[in-house]
């Protein structure tokens, strides 16, 4: 099978193409033949080893110090079960699924063994493997954001960086939510928010939305923002960081202590259930992943230059055929 290793930390060059056996699912585990993986900033942010500083020593002692250690790159996954542990009972060989594998990584790849109990379930039905392989990370910090503002209906919220793997599902949250979205990121990428539901759009390239005299009652900030898009919140509302260096984590606790507001350096917990929920609402036509580009394997370098150009719109998926 192919891995697209990460020799070292650095630049979209260190990574490669190499073959290696195909792992043997333990009893509690599932074996994936993956047939698309999502390449996120996250995976280009650990690759540099450009993390916020709160997680860089507990990330470098478990990924390798001076060198990664075993650093297969990839969260998100679409695939089929190919063999299932002696204990599992949950998935079954040849079931379609989703998921995440979590800190384990290696979804960059032709396949990947899981423990039953992470959070890989059922695709949705009405999506490519593609499509379901853009949903897990986004959509479980889309709406872990939102379930934290408890955003209710005619509220306003902003969203900073929209058009990227959680922001293009977060507006679709939102409106589900029916909230007024605001959605801010380059200009040729709002004709893709407003069809995705976005009441107003914002070019940040010609309009500075923290002097139009805007305020709204939540803002999620994907593009770390902290010390002028704050300054847009109503008082009493929610401020939601995506990735907060420490930096911007105290000075939100200073300014939830002035004025009341909410500033939250936001985490997503990842369950089964949560899973299953993104799957219903693909499937009710209420949330429709976004996918810019695919790459083979053996392009993930140009993927990761594409990723880290700041062009893409929603996801950049790895393909495996």
């Known amino acids: 099978m192919r891995i697209v290793r990460c020799r070292a930390y650095g630049s979209p060059d260190v990574l490669n193409i190499e073959d290696v056996p195909i792992p043997l699912p333990k009893d509690d585990e599932i074996l994936i033949r993956v047939e698309a993986s999502n390449l996120t900033a996250g995976d280009c ?27 297969v790159l990839g969260q998100d996954v679409a695939g089929i079960v190919e063999k299932v ?22 979804g960059h790849a032709d396949y990947v063994c899981l423990p039953e109990s992470y959070c890989v379930g059922p ?31 005619g509220e306003s919220i902003l969203v900073h960086g929209a058009a990227g793997t959680i922001g293009t599902i ?27 539901g976005a009441d107003h759009v914002i070019d940040y390239r010609s309009e500075d939305f923290t002097k139009n ?16 898009a704050i300054a847009s919140l109503k008082d009493g509302g929610y401020y939601l960081l995506g990735n907060p260096s420490a930096i911007q984590t105290l000075r939100g606790k200073r300014r939830s202590k002035k004025d009341g507001t909410t500033v939250i350096p936001a985490l997503a917990a990842y369950t089964l259930e949560n899973l299953d929920w993104l799957k219903e609402l693909a499937e009710a036509g209420k949330l429709q992943p976004v996918v810019d580009r695919t790459y083979t394997l053996e392009e993930a370098a140009e993927g990761h230059r594409y990723v ?5 719109i929603g996801n950049v998926i790895l393909v495996t055929e």
């Open 45 to 71: 942010e650990l690759r540099r080893f450009d993390v916020a500083f709160l997680f860089w020593l507990p990330l470098r002692l478990m990924f390798g110090l001076f060198r990664p250690r075993r650093l």
């Open 85 to 106: 542990g002696a204990s599992v009972t949950r998935l079954k060989p040849g079931d379609a699924v989703y998921g995440l594998t979590g800190m384990r990584f290696g």
């Open 123 to 153: 695709r949705p039905a009405n999506l490519s493997a593609a499509e379901a392989a853009s949903l897990p990370v986004g959509g479980y910090n889309a709406s872990h954001f939102l379930r934290e503002t408890a955003l209710d209906e």
């Open 170 to 196: 977060v507006v679709q949250l939102a409106k589900n939510m029916g909230a007024i979205v605001t959605a801010v990121d380059a200009g040729d990428k709002l004709p893709t928010l407003e069809a995705l």
């Open 213 to 228: 005299g805007q305020q709204y009652d939540v803002i999620i900030d994907l593009v770390h923002r902290s010390p002028k």
């Open 308 to 312: 880290e150009s700041g062009a893409k």
